[in-house]
């Protein structure tokens, strides 16, 4: 999945992420602490690195972790670093296109996304992608660097009994250094809180799950297309937060 393509996703996307996660050949070892560890890939030709997170979720399930990772509604409860989202329209009952904006940890400004998803459910494994590309309707705004997710995905496996293993990659040109796994370890926390709060806000809504409930419009392809805002994006520098900041989250986040 190239940046700026909308096309629905093949079996060999899904296969890439799970070739991602599970081959740690080039990959340097971060973090390992408990039952999360953290990679870190560098890129040729690019000034940001790739990041990996393999972490063990013991008393949720995949398809509680899947829920959680897919309902926008819930992510407004969860996700505190969101600012806005809007779903733009649909290419099938698979893919998708939306709008994401996000605050960021200062001295940071704050980003956007225009993003594809594509999800896959195997019934043994569950893969959501997503990667930047553009929409008429949704050009760079005042206040927000336009960042790019150049691949960025989950895949949530069985383990144990009744938990789950989640994994994550993401190679995210944030227009300076902006850690993208800035929401990932507060995941456990959601997930144990999700079935209540489902249970209690449109138990039965999961067009995820039942695409008949899909209310998005399709989307048109012609209109998903680098506006005159867009081209003029520049590069904002913001490389004085080292790579050290990773570890840094990831000590802080464990005293959550």
């Not at 560098?42 to 509680?64: E, L, W």
């Not at 926390?189 to 209690?200: E, L, M, N, T």
């Not at 899909?214 to 913001?238: F, G, L, M, N, Q």
Request: aromatic share 10%; with cysteine.
């Amino acid at each position: 999945m190239d940046v700026g393509i909308v096309r629905v996703a093949e079996d060999q996307d899904f296969a890439k992420l799970k070739e991602l996660i599970d081959n740690h050949t080039s990959w340097k070892l971060e973090y390992n602490k408990g039952s999360t560890k953290v990679w870190t890939k560098s890129v040729s030709g690019t000034n940001f690195k790739m990041i990996k997170i393999r972490s063990i979720f013991s008393d949720v399930s995949p398809i509680q972790m899947y829920d959680v990772l897919h309902d926008p509604e819930y992510r407004k409860v969860w996700d505190q670093h969101m600012l806005e989202s809007h779903d733009i329209g649909c290419l099938n009952p698979n893919n998708d296109v939306g709008y994401y904006a996000m605050s960021c940890p200062a001295p940071l400004k704050n980003r956007d996304f225009v993003l594809q998803r594509s999800w896959l459910d195997t019934g043994q494994e569950q893969y959501i992608l997503n990667h930047s590309v553009y929409h008429k309707d949704f050009p760079p705004r005042r206040g927000l660097i336009r960042a790019r997710s150049f691949l960025t995905g989950f895949l949530v496996r069985t383990s144990g009994d009744v938990g789950c293993e989640l994994g994550y990659v993401s190679q995210t040109d944030p227009q300076g250094t902006l850690p993208p796994w800035i929401m990932v370890k507060k995941l456990l926390k959601a997930s144990r809180g999700y079935p209540q709060w489902k249970q209690d806000n449109n138990p039965n809504w999961k067009p995820w799950h039942y695409p008949e409930q899909i209310t998005a419009p399709r989307i048109t392809v012609h209109d998903c297309v680098k506006s005159a805002a867009e081209k003029s994006v520049h590069y904002v520098d913001e490389t004085g937060i080292d790579d050290h900041s990773l570890v840094t989250y990831m000590n802080e986040a464990d005293s959550d």
